[in-house]
């Protein structure tokens, strides 16, 4: 992955995004979800593709996974319009599969552009495919969570589960995925307190 140099604004990128035509979830998409944020925030979070609800607003994270996912930033006092918040493709994939390697490849160069417009320290992936995607590895989510992985331009790499997977594993026991989550998203806030 390189970064590449952009002649774009944030707004003219989403607008590029929301008229894209270039793969074919383009052809089953109701609204494509550019990202939505502050453009000067040190920490992105990066999931993997738009859901039904955000499929229809063209907002990220507004479903109940989403909505889990601003209650956890808020639990240590992070309010979600001072981060920038998008996925790793932009249209959502039929019946909410995961998106594809040839998907994931025609839409990464917008990610890519959101990355070197914004020039966070940190991106969060929330998740399997955008971990696997970013760190370029075939290890589990589950060995990857909770770690910092130095990435280009002095960027760092901090992989959580998707709060989609959390909503499928309610329990809180020590070292269940909601517990290893409270302990990420503390560790995050200990980071960003000190950048
Ligand atoms: S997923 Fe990405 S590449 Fe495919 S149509 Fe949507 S914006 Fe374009």
Known sequence: MDMPTISLTMEELAEKIRDCQKCPLSQTRKKAVPGEGSHNSVVMFVGEAP??????????????????FTRILQSVQIERKDVFITNIVKCRPPQNRNPNKSEIEICLPYLESQIALINPRIIVTLGSVPTKCLLNTDDAISRLRGQWFPWLGGIKIFPMFHPSYLLRHQEATPGSPKELTWRDIQELKRMLSKI
């Open 51 to 68: 859901g039904g609800d955000e499929d229809r607003e063209g907002l990220p994270f507004i479903g109940r996974a989403g909505q889990l």
